[in-house]
């Protein structure tokens, strides 16, 4: 990042937490401290992938929550808070569930990061970057609408993705006008009035999404992303 008009290079372990509710998620975040990149690598090995935690005393950092794109806009702080690991995992929701609509980006006037779950209806276009990366220009609908009209025209997303392989990108096709996803960390900023969304580099991704609100959306994709669907693009 740029501090003083200068190029500071650091890193940070940043986290997922996820809840018994689908919606209710949020940041877990160490910084890196007196440049010891080992102790941050040592906490990130105590916080595996999927592991289950009991809080007992938390405590959060001041992060701005324009840069926080989970629904839940806190970040835990990891060193600080008091957790214990569960030996024996219960039940929890297989994924989060972003509470943004697409119908919602269209409303914002300032800079937000945020997930949304959306069918991708359209592969817009495809090429290759200067490196050789595979790129697609994507369409993205959920089934909102424009809240302040009695619009037929769907909210629908146009957003540049960037996979690592063609590999990759094979996979994300075949859920294209069929299958809902997660599109996590995305960044919208306004000019001119409209808003404009983007991946964020080496924090952006994609998953499958699971869950009720997964299972209904699929039922609809025939229908949100069908030849006569009408679109209105942030």
Known sequence: HTFKAKEVVTQKLQLVLQSKIPEQYCLGVAKLKNNDKAELKKLADRWQTGSTWSFKDITLLNEKSAYIHTSCRIAIDLRKSQAQALLQSTSFPQTPVPTVTIADVLQLKQMQRFDVMAIAAKILDERRGGTGMNIADVRLVDGSKDNDSN???????????????????????????????????????????????????????????????????????????????TFKDV
Request: hydrophobic letters at 40%; aromatic letters at 8%.
């Open 151 to 229: 619009t037929t025209e769907y909210a629908s997303l146009p957003l540049t993705l960037f996979f690592k392989d063609a590999a990759e990108l094979t996979s994300f096709k075949k859920h294209v006008g069929k299958t809902p996803l997660l599109f996590m960390s995305l960044a919208s900023s306004s000019k001119d009035g409209k808003a404009s969304v983007t991946t964020i580099k080496n924090q952006s991704w994609w998953q499958e999404a699971a869950g009720p609100k997964a299972l209904a959306m699929a039922e609809e994709a025939s229908r949100m992303c069908g030849d006569d669907a």
